[in-house]
């Protein structure tokens, strides 16, 4: 089984292109920055994977989505290869895209890309919002103690 799901930030806006003939197909590629939980002293701290994704995805891509915001994606590997000017054989490994989706509310992201200009969208450790700011995101705060009171434990 060939199936990838990832979390993390863009790198970039989504270059967007369109297939030529009658019917063009949206193709968008972006670079998402996945934060990688365990590393030791001098790795790095976030892995950088291609994607693509087709169609109404990537019409969806251009329209919403920009450097700096954080989303889930799922779909598959896939690897090829070219050669280059100079001749060189190329390999290439990239996420084919078959579901994304935003990880985080619109006022956290723009929280987010305000604190972070021109500077890695890839953060050290993840970044967890203040119980305030999760208020103004539109989340509730859920009190101690209330797990006793749900019908499913």
């Not at 990537?58 to 090829?80: D, L, P």
């Given at each position: 089984?060939?199936?990838?799901i990832?979390?993390?930030?863009?790198?970039?806006?989504?270059?967007?292109?369109?297939?030529?003939?009658?019917?063009?197909?949206?193709?968008?590629?972006?670079?998402?920055?996945?934060?990688?939980?365990?590393?030791?002293?001098?790795?790095?701290?976030?892995?950088?994977?291609?994607?693509?994704?087709f169609?109404?995805?990537?019409?969806?891509?251009?329209?919403?989505?920009?450097?700096?915001?954080?989303?889930?994606?799922?779909?598959?590997?896939?690897?090829?290869?070219?050669?280059?000017?100079?001749?060189?054989?190329?390999?290439?490994?990239?996420?084919?895209?078959?579901?994304?989706?935003?990880?985080?509310?619109?006022?956290?992201?723009?929280?987010?890309?305000?604190?972070?200009?021109?500077?890695?969208?890839?953060?050290?450790?993840p970044?967890?919002?203040?119980?305030?700011?999760?208020?103004?995101?539109?989340?509730?705060?859920?009190?101690?103690?209330?797990?006793?009171?749900?019908?499913?434990?």
């Amino acid at each position: 089984m060939n199936k990838v799901i990832l979390m993390g930030r863009l790198t970039r806006d989504p270059e967007v292109r369109y297939s030529a003939g009658e019917n063009a197909l949206a193709i968008a590629r972006y670079t998402l920055a996945v934060d990688r939980r365990f590393r030791r002293d001098g790795e790095a701290s976030a892995d950088f994977i291609s994607c693509v994704v087709f169609g109404r995805g990537a019409e969806f891509a251009e329209k919403y989505f920009h450097q700096g915001i954080r989303i889930v994606v799922s779909g598959r590997i896939q690897t090829g290869s070219y050669t280059n000017r100079e001749g060189q054989k190329v390999y290439t490994t990239e996420v084919v895209v078959e579901e994304q989706e935003f990880a985080e509310s619109k006022a956290a992201s723009d929280n987010y890309v305000a604190s972070h200009p021109q500077q890695s969208v890839a953060p050290s450790a993840p970044s967890m919002p203040s119980p305030s700011a999760a208020s103004a995101d539109g989340f509730m705060n859920i009190p101690d103690g209330i797990d006793e009171e749900l019908p499913f434990n």
